[in-house]
């Protein structure tokens, strides 16, 4: 299955990822419409983080053994068997917020803006590549496969 | 507080009406030209500090951004340009060396664009180069001076094989080089960029005299390795890893004066590269100081031949200055096998205006000068020449070749195609597009992969012009190109330039 | 039709048996059909419908879920992965040794493998009751006399309700709704205490809770988090008694009338919810068939004592990876976890279970929080712990790490809860935070601060090397 990734040397920290990701899930899909009337409601769905010259963008990983989809207890979160994708469906997402407590990647962010619901990457289904994967001026963001198996099994170093 | 005299040199227009206050702009700008007010919602510019790189107008999401020269806002004068008032300010301001980046920006002639190429008619046919083989393939080094064959024994088809011994060569796959421009002018990955792009397109990059760098190795077999006057990363793995040796006398943008890289930019990674302490400055003399006489030159050509076991060409870079013909002549019989001549248009990190502005001569003058000089004195066939000095186009390449040149040297042209824009100030280290500046966070602006693509593209692209332009004249390989003056004709040139250059007046037949 | 023995010779027998309807049970059942496509699996459930989530009662209560949304697996579950589902069966005797179990309308099951997933009971405090009228007396509503209340009879008495099954949220509800309900009482602020405060408060009412502690959310808030919340559900005009408990039930007509607090303070109360904890339905399992403390004791494959006979969710002691021991962990994604691997194992597979910890996030009244870990803990009590509080109660945020020999052991997050799930992972990897240690409490705490095998681990995908 095809998931973002991130190479970290190349991210230049300018956030264009998260404006076109605003875009997408906006109402109008326009940027200048978007930001000039939706703009505090819409929520990237994923995360810059920066320190000093290092930066990187991060969003769901869409895991196999999904972490927020265990903890849901509403049966929001699924793991949709087809396109791999794990999405929220926000009618009945009730605003628990057990999600953002359970993934490891802290990506998974509250929406108050009408309804309370989580809000997280959705690997943009319905386009052939995520908006910040084709967006990104320096090619940073890269939509394909690895072979990695990801369950997130992490071997810890010995008294490390 | 002094007073300003120095306005700014750019205007920035935003239009509100698109402008979304992402702050892409404000976080692109090294020069901190864009500030996003919280309380308005609204960026401001600072014009005095734009350098009109453009790179905020490049990202902006919504082309909200145009950078323009600003208007003059001097009385018209056309003896006290502009240019001149403002430099006497900054140079009142600052009592020091006025530097600049890049090649010569001076409306002297280009000849490129006074010469026309030619194309044939009915007497000679065209070629198709989509159809039919067309050779740019080019080698660079010496040639013998004539060719011995003997008849192989004991076989009935009369095959020949040659008896000379050829000397070592480098194989283009067209005529174009990546000119020389060290890791610590430019960045690593830049550096990458090109000497990938160089090994994808079976070409060469040159590291300048910056050294080597380890992760450049994989490269080494498609880079040349030059020998400049602080001998920075000059040791004996050094020459053997290139595929030829480029002792660097001058250069286009600079002749006669040596190089400064501030102790602020050798970092650790620089240090090891050109093997000197970190931190302390770089400077290369003017002159080698070994070098003092062509009969010293002579000597290094000779040593660093002995060195790499007379495996691969050594040649010798020059600027192209006033008697360069006759130095041309001495460096060929000193030995070397190529000669690099570098026009007054070339560019360069950092070099004083006024040298860059007034020093040199026009590499068009130079190749013709230079090519006639040694076929007069029958040596022609020892040495390669590679002419250097804005190329800017196929078309200058075609011409340059046409005019006697061996191949040509591109530089800035390499890096506009990643993304430079001219801006003159790659002396600051800001590069806002991650080419001429070591800063960490800039750098990384240039992702390899995409410097490379961009590089491949563009030879690809003039490779194919190439062709179809030596198509149009009905030459199937460049070999019948090389200096052939019958294929150019000029306009508006004065007799002694038609004389210099030997080519003939547009309109004038055989 | 009975033999001698007054067992039925009639009885269904099962590949796989589970007794539990919710997260654990068809947690498990799922995993199970996944390895093993044509197993008979029934489920057995004494409650009356099909799939509900529990922790979404409150929801409901509060009107944001309906009756279709509460349903955490689609409606065509059972039928699309070939699973029984028999309701209305309670459980009331296993025989271990001859792998049957008995219902209380005397049906019979026989399984190859059990699994017992029948999460947990609310616990009824033994209060003293009084009449508050001549004329009623001291009787319930069915007019029998008593004493005081206990886990038979407090159903019996209008107004008492206890909040942990779709039932009650009904009742609840439309008892709300026929008397016109505009305050309501809560004994216990626990976790069930809370969220039944967060729902009623988001229904406008007015609330009192009667704590034991001296603090809400005691076992997994500490003093400082405890205040944000407790100042926030005061300013709203409800009240928390602390340090207190009921000592006795006002009763009229059948109904609760109110009540007196340890220190005297007497209430009126129309509608009392109590929530003072839960404990796990093991009352079934019958003569040590199977190893029980408080909870059923499983191993780290989810098996209990008994050869095939399987234990998971809130009716567990399973291991708690900070403590070291089993425990019961009553958690929705625990359950799931573990229902998932008791069904793994029970179908042929051996994944092993490596412990769980206790986590819950709760929201009031528009404060979020997160606690995770040994949250409640402080310095002084332990070795080798560090805590690191950032308080700021004027903004009613706090943020705690409690560290142990350099890794994450507990979190407390109040007001913002970003990215909190880090956190969990640092403590389920037992990561070593030494080196980011300065860190570890600021505000915007992202991966880029965490050590650099471990983010480049998550970023890119690839594991640590060991």
């Known amino acids: 299955m095809k998931r973002i990734y991130i190479q970290e040397e190349y991210c230049i920290g300018c956030r264009l990822c998260e404006i076109y990701c605003q875009v997408k899930h906006s109402k109008s899909k326009k940027i200048i419409k978007t930001f000039k009337e939706e703009k505090s409601d819409i929520i990237p769905r994923l995360i810059v983080e920066e320190i000093g010259y290092n930066s990187f963008a991060i969003q769901c990983r869409h895991c196999q053994d999904a972490p927020c989809v265990e903890a849901c207890i509403s049966g929001a979160m699924q793991k949709n068997k087809n396109t791999g994708a794990v999405v929220c469906d926000e009618n009945k997402c009730v605003g628990c917020w057990s999600c953002i407590m359970a993934c490891p990647y802290g990506v998974i962010k509250r929406d108050i803006s009408e309804k309370k619901v989580a809000s997280k990457c959705d690997l943009c289904i319905d386009e052939e590549v995520p908006v910040c994967v084709k967006n990104c001026p320096n090619e940073a963001l890269k939509f394909m496969e690895k072979d990695t198996d990801e369950r997130n099994k992490v071997k810890v170093k010995n008294e490390g | ?510 | 039709m009975k033999d001698k023995n007054n067992i039925k010779e009639i009885y269904e027998i099962y590949d796989y048996i589970i007794i539990g309807n919710s997260a654990a049970g068809l947690a498990a059942a799922e995993s199970i059909r996944e390895l093993d496509s044509s197993g008979k699996i029934v489920i057995l459930t004494e409650e009356n419908y099909k799939n509900y989530s529990k922790p979404l009662i409150t929801y409901y209560l509060e009107g944001l879920v309906d009756l279709e949304g509460i349903h955490f697996k689609g409606k065509d579950f059972y039928r699309n992965n070939n699973i029984d589902l028999h309701i209305n069966k309670k459980v009331i005797s296993i025989e271990a040794d001859r792998d049957f179990l008995i219902c209380s309308n005397e049906d019979i099951y026989k399984f190859k493998k059990l699994l017992i997933a029948s999460g947990g009971q609310p616990i009824i405090p033994g209060i003293k009751t009084s009449c508050t009228d001549i004329a009623g007396g001291n009787r319930d509503k069915k007019g029998k006399l008593l004493d005081s209340i206990n886990n038979e009879n407090y159903r019996d008495i209008e107004g008492i309700y206890t909040l942990t099954t779709l039932d009650d949220a009904l009742e609840i509800k439309s008892f709300i709704e026929k008397n016109d309900i505009r305050k309501v009482s809560i004994l216990g602020g626990g976790l069930i205490g809370l969220k039944s405060a967060e729902a009623l408060l988001g229904m406008g009412m007015n609330i009192s809770i009667i704590e034991l502690a001296d603090r809400i959310l005691a076992a997994t808030f500490d003093r400082e988090a405890s205040f944000i919340v407790e100042n926030r559900i005061i300013s709203r005009g409800s009240n928390i008694y602390k340090n207190s408990t009921i000592e006795e039930i006002f009763i009229k007509d059948g109904s609760i009338s109110g009540y007196r607090l340890q220190d005297g303070r007497e209430e009126e109360c129309s509608l009392l919810i109590i929530a003072v904890g839960v404990r796990p339905v093991t009352g079934f399992i019958k003569n040590n068939s199977v190893k029980i403390r408080r909870g059923i004791v499983v191993d780290d494959y989810m098996r209990t004592s008994i050869k095939n006979i399987y234990a998971a969710g809130d009716v567990v002691e399973a291991r708690d990876m900070l403590l070291d021991e089993k425990r019961n962990i009553a958690i929705w994604p625990l359950a799931v976890r573990q229902g998932s691997i008791a069904g793994i194992n029970m179908a042929g597979g051996s994944e092993k279970y490596n412990g769980g910890f206790f986590m819950n996030s709760i929201e009031i009244l528009g404060i979020p929080t997160i606690s995770m870990g040994l949250a409640a803990i402080d310095e002084k009590n332990e070795k080798n712990t560090e805590v690191v509080k950032v308080f700021n109660p004027e903004e009613k945020r706090y943020k705690k790490v409690v560290i142990r020999n350099n890794r994450v052991v507990g979190l407390i997050m109040v007001g913002n809860i970003e990215r909190a799930g880090i956190y969990a992972g640092l403590i389920k990897n037992e990561i070593d935070i030494s080196s980011v240690k300065g860190n570890i409490s600021r505000e915007y705490f992202g991966i880029i601060n965490l050590p650099a095998d471990y983010k480049k681990h998550l970023v890119t995908g690839e594991g640590i090397e060991v």
């Open chain 2, 1 to 510: 507080m002094a007073l300003k005299l120095n306005q700014s040199e750019f205007k920035i227009e935003r239009d509100l009406s698109k402008c979304i206050s992402c702050q892409v702009c404000v976080r692109q700008c090294s020069n901190d030209v864009h500030e996003y007010d919280r309380d308005s919602d609204v960026i401001y510019s600072d014009s005095s500090k734009c350098v009109g790189c453009h790179r905020c107008e490049s990202l902006c999401p919504t082309d909200a951004l145009k950078i323009k020269e600003r208007e003059s806002q001097f009385r018209i004068n056309h003896n006290w340009t502009e240019e001149h008032l403002r430099n006497i300010y900054r140079q009142a301001d600052s009592g020091g060396v006025l530097l600049t980046g890049m090649g010569c920006n001076k409306p002297y002639t280009i000849y490129w664009d006074r010469i026309l190429f030619n194309a044939s008619q009915v007497t000679n046919p065209s070629i198709d180069p989509l159809r039919e083989p067309m050779e740019i393939k080019t080698f660079i080094g010496r040639k013998p001076d004539n060719l011995e064959f003997e008849m192989a024994s004991g076989s009935n088809n009369n095959a020949a094989k040659l008896k000379t011994k050829l000397y070592p060569q480098m194989e283009l796959s067209m005529p174009i080089i990546f000119s020389a421009m060290s890791y610590g002018s430019i960045s690593l990955n830049a550096c990458k960029s090109l000497a990938e792009a160089a090994s994808e397109s079976g070409t060469y990059c040159n590291t300048g005299e910056g050294g080597l760098h380890k992760d450049l190795y994989k490269y080494a077999g498609n880079t040349i390795v030059q020998v400049a006057s602080g001998r920075y990363g000059v040791d004996v793995d050094y020459l053997n890893k290139g595929a030829a040796v480029e002792i660097k006398i001058g250069q286009g943008a600079k002749p006669g004066i040596g190089g400064h890289l501030p102790g602020e930019k050798v970092s650790r990674d620089i240090s090891d590269t050109r093997m000197i302490p970190e931190g302390t400055d770089a400077i290369s003399p003017a002159p080698h100081h070994d070098i003092y006489s062509i009969e010293d030159l002579a000597q290094l050509i000779y040593a660093l031949k002995e060195a790499t076991d007379w495996s691969k060409p050594v040649g010798v870079k020059v600027a192209a200055v006033h008697n360069i013909a006759p130095i041309a002549s001495g460096i060929v019989r000193a030995g070397a096998d190529f000669i690099s001549i570098d026009g007054m248009r070339g560019g360069t990190g950092a070099a004083p205006q006024v040298i860059r502005d007034n020093v040199g001569i026009p590499i068009e003058l130079a190749i013709a000068s230079v090519d006639e000089r040694l076929r007069e004195e029958g040596i022609r066939h020892r040495a390669s020449v590679i002419a250097a000095g804005s190329i800017r186009s196929s078309a200058d390449v075609v011409k340059a070749i046409a005019l006697g040149a061996d191949a040509v040297y591109i530089g800035t042209a390499a890096l506009v195609a990643m993304g430079c824009h001219l801006c003159q100030k790659c002396y600051t280290g800001k590069c806002n597009w991650g080419i001429a500046t070591q800063d960490p966070y800039l750098t990384k602006r240039l992702n390899p992969e995409i410097g490379t693509r961009r590089l491949v593209n563009l030879l690809k692209g003039w490779s194919l012009e190439i062709k179809e332009m030596l198509g149009g004249v009905g030459i199937n390989a460049i070999e019948s190109l090389r200096g052939n003056r019958e294929h150019l004709r000029g306009v508006g040139l004065t007799d002694r330039e038609f004389k210099i250059l030997g080519i003939k007046h547009a309109g004038e037949a055989w």
